[in-house]
């Protein structure tokens, strides 16, 4: 079993698909910042199988909890302060989110004049389905901003 | 303020009054000669447009008003690089509204954010160009007096075709609409609008390859231009150009009050013997287009006329 200290403040995301937590530290931003992250992969869960856990020291409030509901609103997210968790967040997807994802069309706007934000806003929340603001384009898969 | 975008943004109620208001300005042009003496309409095309424009132009100076803009992105500052934000700003201050054409989709939408006039969107790339679709539902009613309890025949190119995906949204809105949809296997209409917008809102359709086998059932025939600009190479665009070719002899198949629509230019997909035959209704069309073109005007700045 490892052990991994706890955080005095922050947040602990729990219930991440195995083997996707660093692709999550990057899309939260978290290489960005002088944050203390741990990093957990393959740990052991009754619900999934398998996870991938990961703790963040740092101001409750830094996350942008809308881009977390976007990639898996699944993922628990519980807000640590004085070492106790005081609140768990659960998570939806946002009505829009901008510049998470970028849009593929190249006939978009969006293609052209770059200083435009990706805009993409949820059309359809029981099939998940988020397109272009702009175009309408129907967001299918993973190509991120950065 | 407001601006048109799609055709889906105003309500069944908006629509209805503004085809209303449309049909007023038919019967009564005099009556509207002078409803925007003073005020100024900017057409700003970034491509090369003929009837869209043209009947702009023509409904803000029936109207009384006048008109300025460009009709080509070389002929515009997007030439030396500005942006669609940067040049809506200028324009702003010139013009009362502005009706924009751009081969990007959503550059329209992205004008109406940062103007301070009403922006129409007048065609942008293959998205949307929400004043055709006006015009077809003003034919529509006008000639046949209702928009609901209809069989429409949608033929040509559905599968690229931005004037048919936005009147079978439109048009899905009134009671007992069914559609016939005709083309060949390659242009079929997207599996998106079959699936979430005919299946999703039960309107019964079908899909049939000859024209023949449609006529007899068909209130409205809406035909559609292969347009060569979409596919990637030439021998594809030749072998479907001449797919259908609606004739005389077609005709004879059709109900005696059929209404044969085109959103134009045409090629050859509507033989010239047809232009003769009392159903043929795509001219008018594009007359209607310019009562609903100023119909439009005067409900986006909010004009009223007594």
Same mark, same amino acid.
């Given at each position: 079993m490892l052990n991994v200290g706890a955080i005095s403040e922050g947040y602990v995301l729990d %219930?991440?698909?195995?083997?996707?937590?660093?692709?999550?530290? %990057?899309?939260?931003?978290?290489?960005?910042?002088?944050? +203390?992250?741990?990093?957990?992969?393959?740990?052991?869960?009754?619900?999934?199988?398998?996870?991938?856990?990961?703790?963040?020291? #740092?101001?409750?409030?830094?996350?942008?909890?809308?881009?977390?509901?976007? /990639?898996? %609103?699944? &993922?628990?997210?519980?807000? &640590?302060?004085?070492? *106790?968790?005081?609140?768990? *967040? &659960?998570?939806?997807?946002?009505?829009? /989110?901008?510049?998470?994802?970028? +849009?593929?069309?190249?006939? #978009?706007?969006?293609?052209?004049?770059?200083?435009?934000?990706? /805009?993409?806003?949820?059309?359809?929340?029981? %099939?998940?389905?988020?397109? +272009?603001?702009? #175009?309408?384009?129907?967001?299918?898969?993973?190509? =991120?901003? =950065? | 303020m407001r601006h048109l975008m799609s055709p889906m943004d105003f309500s069944v109620e908006e629509l209805d009054r503004l085809l209303s208001l449309a049909i007023d300005i038919e019967q009564n042009p005099k009556k509207f000669a002078h409803a925007c003496d003073g005020k100024k309409l900017a057409t700003c095309f970034y491509e090369p447009s003929t009837r869209t424009r043209l009947s702009f132009e023509a409904a803000m100076l029936n109207l009384g008003g006048s008109v300025l803009g460009f009709s080509s992105a070389d002929s515009s500052s997007a030439a030396k690089g500005e942006s669609v934000s940067d040049t809506i700003r200028v324009i702003s201050c010139y013009a009362d509204i502005c009706a924009m054409r751009h081969p990007k989709e959503g550059a329209p939408l992205v004008a109406s954010l940062k103007s301070t006039i009403p922006v129409i969107n007048a065609g942008d790339g293959g998205h949307q160009h929400p004043t055709q679709t006006l015009t077809d539902l003003l034919t529509i009613r006008s000639l046949k007096g209702h928009l609901g309890d209809l069989t429409i025949g949608l033929c040509g190119d559905l599968k690229f075709g931005r004037t048919v995906h936005s009147l079978i949204h439109a048009l899905i809105r009134y009671p007992n609409i069914r559609f016939v949809l005709i083309s060949p296997e390659e242009l079929r209409v997207p599996s998106y609008i079959r699936e979430d917008v005919l299946d999703k809102n039960h309107i019964p359709y079908r899909e049939v390859e000859r024209l023949e086998d449609a006529m007899a059932d068909l209130d409205i025939l809406y035909m559609t231009r292969v347009q060569k600009e979409r596919f990637f190479n030439e021998e594809d665009y030749v072998r479907m150009k001449d797919f259908y070719i609606l004739d005389k002899a077609k005709m004879t198949l059709a109900k005696k009050d059929m209404l044969v629509l085109h959103p134009l230019p045409r090629v050859n997909e509507i033989s010239v013997e047809v232009d003769d035959d009392p159903r043929a209704a795509y001219f008018k069309q594009a007359q209607y287009g310019v009562y609903v073109r100023m119909a439009l005007i005067l409900t986006l700045l909010e004009v009223e006329v007594c």
């Open positions: %219930h991440i698909q195995a083997g996707t937590s660093l692709q999550l530290y %990057h899309d939260l931003k978290l290489d960005e910042g002088d944050y +203390c992250v741990a990093i957990i992969r393959n740990a052991r869960s009754n619900k999934m199988g398998k996870k991938d856990i990961l703790k963040v020291e #740092c101001d409750p409030g830094t996350l942008d909890l809308d881009v977390l509901g976007f /990639i898996d %609103h699944n &993922i628990t997210v519980n807000i &640590i302060k004085g070492e *106790k968790i005081v609140e768990k *967040k &659960i998570l939806k997807l946002p009505a829009e /989110i901008k510049n998470v994802i970028k +849009c593929k069309n190249p006939r #978009c706007i969006t293609s052209v004049e770059q200083e435009l934000d990706q /805009i993409f806003v949820l059309t359809d929340p029981e %099939h998940e389905v988020y397109r +272009c603001k702009y #175009c309408e384009e129907k967001y299918k898969g993973h190509k =991120r901003v =950065r | -």
